[in-house]
C-alpha cells in the first residue's frame, strides 16, 4: 500500500496543525505502507514569493520533517521541483478537468478573494490538479491530511476514475486519510477559523520553530468562553474543545480523562498545563531542527536520494499516461 502527502514551504515554520492534523500521521503510516513524501515548492510559488527566502524555508521544511520522525530510511523524501513529473503530468490532468469543476474550490476562493481575482495567479487556480498529480504518480492509496484538503482529494479521485475510464486503468483512486478527532485544529484567537500559516495572526498560531516560551504565553491568552468547567463542547466551548484536542493529542491522554483530572479547576490551569506539555515536546524537536540544518550537505543528500527513488515511480507512471493519451514515444 502506498501513501503520499506534501506540505508548503510557505512559512518559516510549520504549526501545530500541520503537525496534529497531517505530520504526525505521515511518520505512523510509514511503519505500515512505502511513503512518498514531499515539500511542495511548485505550490508555494502560487502565491507570491522571494527565490532567496523559498530556497530557504524548502531546506527548513525538509529539516523539520526529519526531526518530526520522517525517516529517510523508510520513506523517500524529496522536493517537488527535484522531480519534474510532477509538473508534466498536471498538463495532462488540467486537459482533463472542467473550467467549472476548478472553479468550484473553496480554497481558490478563499485565497483569489483575500488577493482580489484579477491578481490572483491562473496556477492558484490550478493548484488542485498539481497536486491530483502529485498524488496520481505515485499511485497512492491513502493520503494523510488535513480536513481542509477533502475537497482537493475528491478532484483528485474524478479524475483518477475520469482518466481510468476515457483511457484503460491507469490510476489508482486515492482515498484521504484523515484522522477526525485532530483533522481541524483551530486558531487561538479565532476558534471558528483552522489555524493556517498564511491566514492566522501571530497570537492565532503555534509555530512549532518559535521561542517555547512565546508559545506557552499564546496558549494561556487563547480565547476561551465566560464559563469555568473546562468540558469537551466544541459548539458551546469551541476554544477550550480545541485546547482538549491539543493536550490530548500531545500526550495520547483521552478527553474523558483530561475532564476528569480538570474537575474543579478552570481555564488557567488547562492553559498553564497545556503551555508545559508544549515546551517539553517542542524544545527537544528544535533541537533536532537545528542539527538537521547545521549538516546541509546531508541534508542535500538525503533529499537527492528521495528524488532519485521517488523519479522512479513516476517516471513510469508518466510514461503510461503518455502511451495511453496518444503521445508519439520518442524515437
Ligand atoms: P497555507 O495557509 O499556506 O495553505 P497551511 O497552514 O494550510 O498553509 P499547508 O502546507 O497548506 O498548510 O498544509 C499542510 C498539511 O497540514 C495539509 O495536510 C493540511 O490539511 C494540514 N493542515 C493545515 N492546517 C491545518 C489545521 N489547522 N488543522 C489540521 N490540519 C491542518
Ligand atoms: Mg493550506
Avoid at 23 to 50: G, S
Avoid at 270 to 297: C, H, I, M, N
Amino acid at each position: 500500500m502506498r501513501v503520499l502527502s506534501g506540505i508548503q514551504p510557505t512559512a518559516d515554520s510549520f504549526h501545530l496543525g500541520n503537525y496534529l492534523g497531517a505530520l504526525r500521521q505521515w511518520v505512523r503510516l510509514q511503519e505500515t505502507h512505502e511513503t512518498f513524501y514531499c515539500v511542495v515548492d511548485l505550490h508555494a510559488i502560487t502565491v507570491e514569493q522571494d527565490p532567496k527566502v523559498l530556497r530557504e524555508r524548502t531546506r527548513r521544511s525538509a529539516a523539520q520533517l526529519l526531526a518530526i520522525g520522517v525517516d529517510p530510511a523508510h520513506s523517500a523524501l524529496f522536493v517537488q521541483s527535484h522531480v519534474p513529473e510532477h509538473a508534466q503530468l498536471s498538463w495532462v490532468l488540467e486537459c482533463q478537468t472542467g473550467f467549472g469543476e476548478a472553479g468550484r474550490m473553496t480554497q481558490f476562493k478563499d485565497k483569489a478573494s483575500k488577493q482580489g481575482t484579477d491578481r490572483a495567479s491562473v496556477g492558484l487556480f490550478t493548484y488542485p490538479v498539481l497536486q491530483a498529480a502529485d498524488i496520481l504518480l505515485y499511485q497512492a492509496n491513502a493520503v494523510p491530511v488535513g480536513e481542509d484538503q477533502r475537497q482537493h482529494l475528491e478532484l483528485s479521485r474524478n479524475l483518477a476514475q475520469r482518466f481510468n475510464n476515457r483511457f484503460g486503468a491507469t490510476f489508482t483512486v486515492p482515498e484521504p486519510h484523515i484522522v477526525k478527532d485532530t483533522a481541524k485544529i483551530y486558531d487561538l484567537q479565532d476558534p471558528s477559523a483552522k489555524m493556517s500559516k498564511s491566514a492566522s495572526a501571530a497570537g492565532g498560531i503555534v509555530e512549532l520553530l518559535e521561542d517555547p516560551k512565546r508559545s506557552a504565553k499564546k496558549i494561556r491568552s487563547a480565547v476561551t468562553d465566560a464559563g469555568r468547567e473546562v468540558i469537551y463542547d466544541p459548539e458551546g466551548k469551541p476554544g477550550v474543545a480545541n485546547l482538549l484536542t491539543i493536550y490530548s493529542a500531545l500526550t495520547e491522554r483521552g478527553i474523558a480523562e483530561l475532564e476528569a483530572a480538570y474537575e474543579g479547576k478552570g481555564y488557567g490551569d488547562l492553559k498553564k498545563d497545556l503551555g508545559e506539555v508544549l515546551v517539553d515536546w517542542v524544545t527537544p524537536f528544535q533541537e533536532r531542527v537545528r542539527s538537521y540544518l547545521d549538516d546541509r550537505a546531508e541534508l542535500d543528500k538525503v533529499l537527492a536520494a528521495g528524488a532519485e527513488r521517488a523519479r522512479e515511480v513516476a517516471s513510469r507512471t508518466l510514461a503510461k499516461v503518455y502511451r495511453r493519451v496518444g503521445f508519439l514515444p520518442p524515437g
